[in-house]
């Protein structure tokens, strides 16, 4: 018998031919008979808990942080990779004011001239320079980018106040 399987509290009990005959889990000084996916699921995590222990030096704490900077990954821990539920609200109130500015985009876009309209769509959008666009014009350069400040200017209120 190994050192680790002394102190071990689960156990099966076979009979002579080698069949399994119970699976026991000692909880609190009393054994428990266990169905054989709650005695696998105890014994599993019991293995990995020894692992753990055997990987880390001894005297060292053992700290998610350092887990994470030694690259272990978390799955072999048993840590699920879940959003906390902070984290899931922060990221739902984000995409539902990231719509509603969209909304908002949309209806400040309705509201342009045509040649203000095409000149945001062909920076912002079609990703064009202002230079490219102001050959596309015949213009100077800093014509379109005295355009394209006064334009945000007149946006910029009626999408983020």
Not at 60 to 79: F, M, N, R, T, W
């Amino acid at each position: 018998m190994q050192k680790w399987q002394e102190s071990r509290n689960y156990r099966r009990i076979k009979d002579e031919n080698g069949n399994i005959i119970a699976n026991i889990i000692t909880i609190d000084g009393k054994d428990e008979e266990v169905t054989e996916d709650v005695f696998l699921a105890y014994s599993q995590s019991d293995r990995r808990e020894r692992y753990i222990i055997e990987e880390v030096e001894p005297g060292k704490l053992l700290s998610l942080e350092k887990l994470q900077e030694d690259g272990v990954p978390l799955e072999k821990l048993g840590a699920e990779m879940v959003c906390s539920a902070e984290d899931s609200l922060l990221e739902q109130e984000t995409l539902s004011e990231t719509e509603r500015q969209k909304v908002l985009l949309r209806a400040a876009l309705a509201t342009l001239e045509e040649d203000e309209r095409l000149l945001i769509e062909a920076l912002f959008f079609e990703r064009k320079s202002v230079r490219e666009y102001a050959a596309e014009l015949g213009v100077y350069h800093r014509t379109i980018i005295c355009r394209r400040d006064k334009l945000l200017r007149k946006l910029y209120p009626k999408i983020f106040l």
